[in-house]
């Protein structure tokens, strides 16, 4: 089993900030890429970052220079912070994680979401 778990998001005004939690678990032995998602109401999920296990980033232009992504692996966990947030950064953000597992393999695995609203 493996369990991905993401927090930190919640209601903040245009402008503010907030840092987002990625926490894996389970039987695994290492995380490559890790990466946040995110879906608006009526729109497709699209990426917002990604960061591989060496610690390389990428992030779209629709965040880069406001959001940072960051892992801490000894802790298998990845973070998003994120800055001067604007009211088109509403929706459900995901946490997408690829896993090698004790019983062989690499997997990918989605945490369940958590909110971000931002009011104007």
């Known amino acids: 089993q493996v369990q991905v778990v993401e927090s930190g998001g919640g209601l903040v005004q245009a402008g503010g900030s907030l840092r987002l939690s990625c926490a894996v678990s389970?039987?695994?032995?290492?995380?490559?890429?890790m990466g946040w998602y995110r879906q608006a109401p009526g729109k497709q999920r699209e990426l917002a970052a990604t960061?591989?296990?060496?610690?390389?980033?990428y992030h779209t232009d629709s965040v880069k220079g406001r959001f940072t992504i960051s892992r801490d692996n000894a802790k298998n966990t990845v973070y998003l912070q994120m800055n001067s947030l604007k009211p088109e950064d509403t929706a459900v953000y995901y946490c997408k994680v690829s896993c090698v597992r004790y019983r062989g393999g690499t997997y990918q695995y989605w945490g369940q979401g958590t909110q971000v609203t931002v009011s104007s």
């Open positions: 960061i591989t296990s060496g610690g390389s980033s």
């Open positions: 389970g039987s695994i032995i290492s995380i490559n890429d």
